[in-house]
């Protein structure tokens, strides 16, 4: 906790380096403080839940999204995030139907995380990234809108620009992955 004489009114909270520093006005009594304390922990908890959807959570999102823009065709076998993704976005493994988001994109726009996991859904369907597979991904409407927010996230945090390997031919069968800047994967 920290307490300010400034702060007159206002309590807030935020984490920091594994910590919660809750934000209270010098003058705040100690009942106060423990009540504000709680609702400002539980206020955290709620918004700390809505920012990092469960792997269940995901892969409910992935058949939503498959019915909704892919006819219901792509059905993975899994879907989770994982820690373990610093230079890509997303990875898909067709032969395993399985697809793994990086952690990076929880708290992204909606539309963001929809793309990348769009993205690697149209890869159990079309492994590389030739005319069939981006023929697939026109159907969603924010496809370039959140291509352009994942290259200015690149940008910002200095991660390496991909090739753009729109030209590729697709005949790889492989793992497919969503690399930062301009293809997610």
Known sequence: MRRSARRRRTVSAYREDGRTVVLLPARMSEAEERRWV??????LA???????????????RAGRLSAQFLG????PDSVRWVTNQNARWGSCTPAEGSIRLSHRLQGMPEYVVDYVLLH???HLLVPGHGARFWELLEAY??????RGYLEGVAATARLPHAVD????????????GTA????PA
């Open 46 to 60: 709620r918004q700390e839940k809505r920012r990092r959807p469960t792997d269940e959570v995901l892969a409910e």
């Open 38 to 43: 709680g609702l400002m922990l539980e206020k």
């Open 165 to 176: 390997d729109e030209q590729d031919d697709g005949a790889g069968a492989g793992e497919e």
């Open 180 to 183: 930062p800047a301009n293809d």
């Open 141 to 146: 409407p924010r496809t370039e809108r959140a």
């Open 120 to 122: 690697e859904l149209a």
């Open 72 to 75: 219901g065709r792509a059905r």
